[in-house]
C-alpha cells in the first residue's frame, strides 16, 4: 500500500507561481506512474498531470500546458506541480495519485492523497 501527502498549496494571486509537492511512503514508488488532478467546487474531478515511473514521460492536460511541469524525485519519494502563471480558474483541490500507467483517467489510480487547496485570487 501506498500513502501519499500533498503539500505546498495556498492562496497567490493570478500570474503568480506554486510547487505543489507529493510525498510518498513505501518502498515501491518508483513502480508507479503519479497523476495530478483537481476538484473545484461543483465540478467533477479533472486530470492536471501525470508521470511515467522513470519520468520518462508526462502528460498534461491542455488546459495547463505551457504553464505546469510535473517531475518526481524517486530517491525521495516525492513528486512535484510547478505550477506558474496561475489563473483564477486553476482554483480548486490538488490531488496526487498512483497508478500503473500515466494516464488521465482517475478511476485507473489506485491510492490517493488528501488534496491540498490551491487559490488563485484575480
Known amino acids: 500500500q501506498v500513502q501519499l501527502v500533498e503539500s505546498g498549496g495556498g492562496l497567490v494571486q493570478a500570474g503568480g507561481s506554486l510547487r505543489l509537492s507529493c510525498a510518498a511512503s513505501?518502498?515501491?514508488?518508483?513502480?508507479?506512474?503519479v497523476g495530478w488532478f483537481r476538484q473545484a467546487p461543483g465540478k467533477e474531478r479533472e486530470f492536471v498531470a501525470a508521470?511515467?515511473?522513470?519520468?520518462?514521460?508526462?502528460y498534461y492536460a491542455d488546459s495547463v500546458k505551457g504553464r505546469f511541469a510535473i517531475s518526481r524525485d524517486n530517491a525521495k519519494n516525492t513528486v512535484y506541480l510547478q505550477m506558474n502563471s496561475l489563473k483564477p480558474e486553476d482554483t480548486a483541490v490538488y490531488y496526487c495519485a498512483t497508478g500503473k500507467w500515466a494516464v488521465a483517467a482517475p478511476n485507473l489510480y489506485a491510492y490517493w492523497g488528501q488534496g491540498t487547496q490551491v487559490t488563485v485570487s484575480s
Open positions: 508521470i511515467s515511473r522513470s519520468a520518462n514521460s508526462t
Open positions: 513505501g518502498r515501491t514508488f518508483s513502480s508507479y506512474a
